[in-house]
Nanobody
Framework: QVQLVESGGGLVQPGGSLRLSCAASGRTFSSSTIGWFRQAPGKGREFVGAISWGGASTYYADSVKGRFTLSRDNAKNTVSLQMNSLKPDDTAVYYC????????????????WGQGTQVTVSS
């Protein structure tokens, strides 16, 4: 089992940057794919990106490709999401989630979820 806690959200101006962190506990973290999702008010949960258990593979939604970067440190049980060139459309609650399978974009493939962290992009 994996327990996840997100941090790093906040208010940022358009064009700014934020770095979100996902801290995990549990023996199986290092063998888990970690995905990030976001949910804006009135919308469904949307895939943002995912990183494989070893960190060698990443996959991003088209809407964030080239602006967001995932990394992980299995020794510290953390995954980071660096978000640059933020836009108002990036405003959402961001969630990290763990899956024992390979990288997937569907929420149903992720078994463990954090509580989310709010990101607001506004001037």
């Amino acid at each position: 089992q994996v327990q996840l806690v997100e941090s790093g959200g906040g208010l940022v101006q358009p064009g700014g940057s934020l770095r979100l962190s996902c801290a995990a506990s549990g023996r199986t973290f290092s063998s888990s794919t970690i995905g990030w999702f976001r949910q804006a008010p009135g919308k469904g949960r949307e895939f943002v990106g995912a990183i494989s258990w070893g960190g060698a593979s990443t996959y991003y939604a088209d809407s964030v490709k080239g602006r967001f970067t995932l990394s992980r440190d299995n020794a510290k049980n953390t995954v980071s999401l660096q978000m640059n060139s933020l836009k108002p459309d990036d405003t959402a609650v961001y969630y990290c989630a763990a899956s024992y399978g390979s990288i997937r974009t569907d929420v149903t493939n992720y078994h463990y979820w954090g509580q989310g962290t709010q990101v607001t992009v506004s001037s």
